[in-house]
């Protein structure tokens, strides 16, 4: 068995000190194998970028350990080379290079890497291809779409041929068909090159976008599952709503438009995602 490329290990970040003290993350655990496509969700001050940025190096933990790709990250000798040659990032706001050309931008990362400006060019050239920006390699950003840029900017993450992508709200800027193209394309390099992949959201359809979500809330994992459909994910979210906890708590009266044996049928699919019973699929669900 494959050992995980992602090994989180009680992982613990606190700003500041005393009273006013913030915990961004509380004891986090978590393991993410090589080839997987994961959300990230939870409300805005869950820890989810935080956890984020644990993972790409940009800041260090109070406590506990981060493994990428065999490395502890809190003994690294060159950080600037482990986030170079391991990880890419997609931001939600691009931060594309503004006087430089679609190209120029995707070639920025591989700047101190292997190779001559020759292959790299020819790497950059390749990507815009794989991201269907060919023929957009000497535009500047302002000359292109939202979705063109961030195009380019999964491209610029791919640039080094990166183990892991770490993606903040990659389709937070966008509208719904551009985010829509995105996901499509962050899915489609996961299931063809099996680049592992990390999507921080707050939205769920982008979360039902990928294999497994893992929920976070007051910096803690409060969920963590494998996504086998849509309309799982739409009952699981249901039962842990407030609606569906007042179905589940109240008493008969509770659905008054219904009938009861039709009530029994609601309360009995939600029960499965709140007691620990094994997750329905499409199939199995009765509602008629």
Not at 52 to 70: F, I
Not at 222 to 244: F, I, T, Y
Request: net charge negative; proline share 5%.
């Amino acid at each position: 068995m494959a050992d995980p490329l992602i090994r989180i290990d009680n992982l613990t970040k606190v700003y500041g000190m005393g009273e006013t003290a913030v915990h961004a993350l509380d004891g986090v655990t978590l393991e993410v194998m090589p080839g997987e496509l994961v959300a990230i969700m939870g409300p805005s001050g869950c820890g989810k970028s935080t956890l984020l940025n644990m993972l790409g190096a940009l800041d260090q933990p109070t406590a506990g350990e981060v493994w990428v790709a065999g490395e502890n990250l809190a003994q690294l000798r060159n950080v600037d080379r482990f986030r170079a040659q391991t990880v890419g990032f997609v931001f939600q706001l691009h931060n594309l290079l503004p006087t430089m050309t679609a190209l120029e931008n995707v070639e920025v990362p591989m700047q101190g890497q292997p190779g001559g400006s020759r292959s790299h060019r020819e790497r950059a050239e390749h990507l815009l291809e794989l991201v269907g920006l060919a023929g957009r390699a000497g535009h500047l950003p302002n000359q292109l779409s939202g979705g063109q840029r961030q195009r380019i900017a999964v491209a610029r993450a791919l640039a080094n041929d990166p183990k892991l992508i770490l993606a903040d709200e990659p389709t937070g800027s966008l509208d719904s068909q551009s985010g829509e193209e995105i996901l499509a394309l962050l899915a489609e390099l996961n299931r063809d090159q099996g680049t592992t992949i990390i999507i921080v959201t707050h939205d769920r359809r982008v979360a039902q976008s990928t294999q497994r979500i893992v929920r976070m809330r007051d910096g803690r994992i409060e969920d963590d599952h494998r996504l086998l459909n849509p309309l799982e994910e739409d009952l699981r979210m249901l039962a842990r709503s407030k609606l569906g906890q007042a179905i589940l708590t109240t008493g008969d009266d509770s659905l008054p438009n219904i009938s009861e044996e039709e009530e029994t049928v609601i309360r009995r699919v939600l029960e499965r995602f709140t007691g620990g019973e094994p997750s329905p699929t499409e199939e199995h669900l009765d509602l008629a």
